[in-house]
């Protein structure tokens, strides 16, 4: 009964469609980018120059991430709603009968000049390999595609913020079909293709500008101290662990020593946090 009063209100506010339209045009591109980290993979599975570089591509797909939860990219404008109770039972949602609310949407996602710096800055991730040959790819950027096909990711840096992102996407999803009546579902014939690392110096090329983007979304829209707030309280979490799991224990101190020699240089103010961690382990 409330979810038929709640469409029969929706039908009479058509401006929810274009709001809607426009929120998950940039949820799309943003969930590209994200996604687009996970196909790219060590030609050598324990080369440990190689594990350096995907730790640190890793650690840039974490500030995206971050930077998406802090501006609210899968959240709906305000001025639709800010809540929605989830139409599949899952870990995250487990009553269908509750509302879920999602997090404050940073209003200048939807003012057009920033929209269009933020449009510029995710396409220019996530369309790097489009419009390049096989050839090409690895002459600019140090990749190949792999000897075989393989369906499976890049595991993240930290999978609990990416998935995360993935509910709370698949939430905006539902809300713009229930509030606009928009198409939201993926063509599956789509593939994304799977690289390999075939050049260590160039791969790291393509690192650098995939992190002057990110540091460019960053910087529209001012939000530098809630990444590093974030990204510090991530690598914390590493340290964490609520069952005595040796084999997690041992992939998670594995992954903060790349991590902490990625951030020597680079992130020097992240070098703390990854110390906590590891004490906490041991």
């Known amino acids: 009964m409330a979810r038929d009063k709640a469409e029969t209100a929706h039908v009479e506010h058509p401006e929810h469609e274009a709001a809607l339209a426009g929120a998950l045009a940039l949820a799309n591109l943003f969930s590209n980018c994200v996604e687009a980290f996970g196909l790219i993979h060590p030609s050598q599975r324990w080369d440990r120059p190689e594990q350096l570089l995907l730790a640190r591509l890793g650690i840039q797909q974490a500030r995206l991430l971050i930077w998406g939860d802090v501006v609210g990219i899968y959240s709906p404008p305000k001025t639709v709603t800010d809540r929605a109770v989830p139409k599949h039972p899952s870990a995250a949602y487990p009553d269908l009968k509750e509302p879920t609310f999602f997090g ?46 393989s369906a499976e990711y890049q595991a993240p840096l930290d999978t609990n913020r990416l998935e995360h992102f993935r509910e709370r996407y698949e939430l905006l999803r539902e809300v713009a079909e229930d ?104």
């Not at 606009?180 to 050049?199: F, P, V, Y």
């Not at 939000?223 to 799991?245: C, E, S």
């Not at 951030?263 to 906590?276: F, G, M, N, S, V």
Request: with cysteine; proline share 3%.
């Open 104 to 149: 404050p949407r940073d209003s200048r996602l939807d003012e057009p000049t920033v929209r269009t710096e933020v449009e510029q800055a995710l396409a220019a991730i996530v369309d790097r390999g489009s419009g390049f040959s096989r050839e090409e790819m690895m002459e600019k950027f140090g990749l190949k595609p792999p000897k075989r096909f």
């Open 179 to 282: 509030y606009a009546h928009l198409h939201t579902r993926r063509n599956n014939s789509i593939t994304h293709t799977s690289w390999q690392i075939a050049d260590n110096g160039r791969f790291a090329t393509f690192i650098e500008l995939t992190q002057q983007q990110i540091d460019h979304l960053i910087s529209i829209l001012g939000v530098r101290d809630q990444i590093d707030r974030g990204m510090r309280m991530d690598i914390k979490a590493f340290g964490w662990h609520l069952t005595q799991d040796r084999m997690r224990v041992a992939m998670d101190v594995s992954k903060l020593q790349l991590v902490q020699e990625a951030c020597r240089e680079e992130y020097p103010e992240y070098l703390d946090a990854i110390q906590q961690a590891l004490d906490h382990i041991e």
